[in-house]
């Protein structure tokens, strides 16, 4: 019974951190490029997207 409740809660957790991190991109995205399109397409790839953007992308003063 344990064991249901320990994958109710990762399933749960796991679809919060996919829809938080595709809002983070399309936020990211958008304050850049000012574009749906572009918006779209970033969150579709989400946290990839997001670490690429803390990794590559020049910092702002």
């Not at 936020?27 to 590559?56: D, E, K, M, Q, T």
């Amino acid at each position: 019974m344990l064991y249901e409740r320990s994958g109710t809660y990762v399933k749960s957790s796991i679809k919060t951190g996919i829809s938080f991190g595709s809002a983070l991109a399309i936020c990211i995205s958008w304050s850049i490029n000012h574009s749906v399109i572009w918006a779209i397409i970033h969150g579709l790839f989400s946290w990839l997207y997001v670490l690429y953007y803390i990794i590559f992308l020049p910092k702002v003063n």
